[in-house]
């Protein structure tokens, strides 16, 4: 996993004071992440640069370029920073080719946004709004410099943002691409050093960035085992059957041992599953909510959620029951997967906030810690386009998602996956980050359309990562 920061303010700093590097190196460098990710067979580039020290890096990365591409540097609103006024220098006197607008019909194959880094705190003027819609109708390969002019230092986006496919980000990672509206707007992201490597440059982070190599598959490494060793999991089933038997499934091809579908009434359950009035005995983890209804009394749900310190998942329609927060006073063993409505009920029920769902999108972060901060101990899996898995205020962002999981039944496929896990003995956050990562991977792979993908391909995916 990666480190993520809001601002890489102080670790720039950290190389002036520490390194004896200074702006002119680190821009030197940015210019050169930039260059580093053109296309092999393009040849007209547009750069557009801002006033401070973003455009720099383009004008820089101008300097670079001229004569071995046909190079137009467009600066719309002149320069102010000190590092911007001495890399325009530095252009001019090598005969950059400056131009006062932006030609639409100019046939550019390559364009680079330098006009804003990860810093800004204001919304767009009318002229920056109109520069930037006019370069994201260009059709051409687009490079956003440290992150696409327009999305904020929280990761909103206020008006409008550049459309990159590739954001070339310096330094470090910022939070503010892992934003859900980000992902629409950041394409591919690559971090580049400034002068030094990453064990220099970063300090210590409370945000993380999940990767591949960051799933830990439950592989199976003794031959003498029985069906036992891999844990027993009780799905409890509600209203809705059908939700309840794709999770318990998820959890059997994930490698749960045993599952038992706990039902209230018959049910047609699939062969590989068995099926109880009762929690067995030897349950050793719960997954629960998914498809419940609220047919049920805080008797009936007790059996279940309280009086015992089993490992549970806890999803959907709990989110809106009063008894949650009974159970969150009394079992740290859990993990709780809400998309943001059930994550904006969450909040109300726990007396945290009283917030809309849009207001949670512009800042699932600072909800998302807000909630960590008075559960410590609980996992917290908010869904969405990049994934946030909190625990003890840590955040671990898992972007790996699709927009294919956007299926009903996709949440309760990720709910069994992780409740396998803590069956088979995995800790609540080990099993969250495990189950996210095999479930967006298993999408990941998915090899026909897009909108094809359904809750059966997930499972059948997992078993061949």
Do not use: W
Not at 174 to 194: H, M, P, Q, R, T
Not at 339 to 358: M, Q, Y
Not at 387 to 394: A, C, D, G, Q
């Amino acid at each position: 996993m990666k480190k993520v920061f809001k601002s890489v303010n102080a670790l720039d700093q950290k190389c002036y004071d520490k390194y004896f590097l200074n702006e002119d190196i680190l821009q030197e460098h940015a210019a050169l992440g930039l260059k580093s990710v053109l296309p092999k067979d393009s040849s007209r580039i547009l750069i557009v640069a801002g006033v401070g020290n973003n455009g720099a890096d383009g004008i820089a990365l101008a300097r670079i370029l001229h004569k071995l591409y046909d190079v137009d540097l467009y600066i719309p609103f002149g320069v102010k920073s000190k590092m911007a006024n001495l890399q325009l220098k530095r252009a001019k006197s090598i005969g950059v080719n400056i131009i006062n607008d932006i030609d639409s019909d100019n046939r550019y194959e390559v364009i680079v946004d330098a006009l804003f880094g990860s810093g800004l705190n204001k919304e767009l003027n009318q002229d920056t709004i109109q520069i930037i819609n006019t370069l994201n109708q260009i059709q051409a390969f687009k490079i956003a410099c440290d992150i696409p002019s327009g999305i904020d230092i929280d990761g909103d986006i206020k008006t409008v943002a550049f459309m990159a496919n590739i954001t070339v980000t310096m330094g470090a990672y910022k939070s503010a691409l892992f934003s859900d509206i980000a992902k629409d707007f950041v394409g591919e992201i690559k971090c580049v050093d400034l002068g030094v490597s990453s064990y220099f440059y970063e300090n210590e982070s409370d945000i993380h960035l999940l990767e591949e190599s960051d799933l830990k598959l439950p592989l199976r490494d003794k031959q003498n085992t029985h069906k036992g060793d891999f844990g027993h999991l009780s799905v409890v089933a509600g209203k809705k059957d059908g939700s309840c038997i794709i999770a318990a499934l998820g959890a059997f091809a994930f490698g749960a041992g045993l599952v038992t579908v706990i039902e209230n009434k018959p049910y047609m359950i699939p062969p590989e599953l068995m099926s109880s009035s009762m929690m067995p005995p030897k349950t050793n983890a719960i997954c629960i909510g998914m498809g419940l209804g609220n047919q049920f009394d805080d008797e009936y749900l007790s059996k279940f959620l309280l009086n015992h310190n089993l490992a549970m998942v806890i999803d959907a329609d709990l989110f809106y029951n009063d008894i949650l927060i009974r159970v969150l006073n009394e079992n740290q063993n859990i993990v709780l997967t809400p998309h943001p409505k059930e994550f904006a009920s969450l909040l109300k029920l726990t007396n945290i906030a009283d917030v809309s769902v849009k207001e949670i999108q512009k800042d699932r972060f600072g909800y998302a810690l807000k909630f960590s901060k008075v559960y410590k101990n609980i996992v917290l899996l908010l869904k969405g386009a990049n994934t946030l898995i909190v625990y003890n205020e840590k955040i671990y962002i898992q972007p790996l998602g699709t927009n294919a999981l956007s299926k009903g039944g996709s949440g309760d496929v990720l709910g069994g996956f992780i409740a396998s896990l803590l069956a088979q003995g995995y800790k609540p956050l080990d099993a969250a980050i495990s189950g996210s990562l095999a479930h967006a991977l298993s999408a990941k792979k998915f090899s026909k359309n897009n909108y094809a993908l359904t809750p059966q391909d997930i499972i059948e995916g997992v078993k061949c990562l």
